[in-house]
């Protein structure tokens, strides 16, 4: 059974860099055909998916967020990482890391087969 677990600081100043790190138990991210990615659901709104890093390494970016987004991982912890920079309250949001089998940049929950419980983020000063 594979698992997800978000973590990071619940609470952004403006301006500064958030960073959330998704932490995989029961199966390697390094596993052929698997994408990992970030989703986020700002209160109100809808899910709006963020980018991905591929079993490769090689990493996908929505193009509205592309300026301010980074996707890394540490194999050997088993983790990818997410930085956004320069937040607004605007980028307040609940964030999941989900799995998907090949590459996907939807917001379908049927297409990612393991999701994080999610992690509330909240930007203000």
């Known amino acids: 059974q594979v698992q997800l677990q978000e973590s990071g600081p619940g609470l952004v100043k403006p301006s500064q860099t958030l960073s959330l790190t998704c932490t995989v138990s029961g199966g390697s991210i390094t596993t052929n055909y698997y994408y990992w990615s970030w989703i986020r659901q700002p209160p109100g709104k809808g899910l709006e998916w963020m980018g991905a890093?591929?079993?490769?390494?090689?990493?996908y970016y929505s193009p509205s967020l592309k300026s301010r987004t980074s996707i890394s991982r540490d194999t050997s912890k088993n983790q990818f990482t997410l930085q956004l920079s320069s937040v607004t309250p605007e980028d307040t949001a609940v964030y999941y890391c989900?799995?998907?089998?090949?590459?996907?940049?939807?917001?379908?929950?049927?297409?990612?087969?393991?999701w994080g419980q999610g992690t509330q983020v909240t930007v203000s000063s």
């Open positions: 989900a799995r998907a089998r090949g590459y996907y940049s939807g917001t379908s929950r049927d297409e990612y087969d393991y």
């Open positions: 890093i591929a079993y490769s390494g090689s990493t």
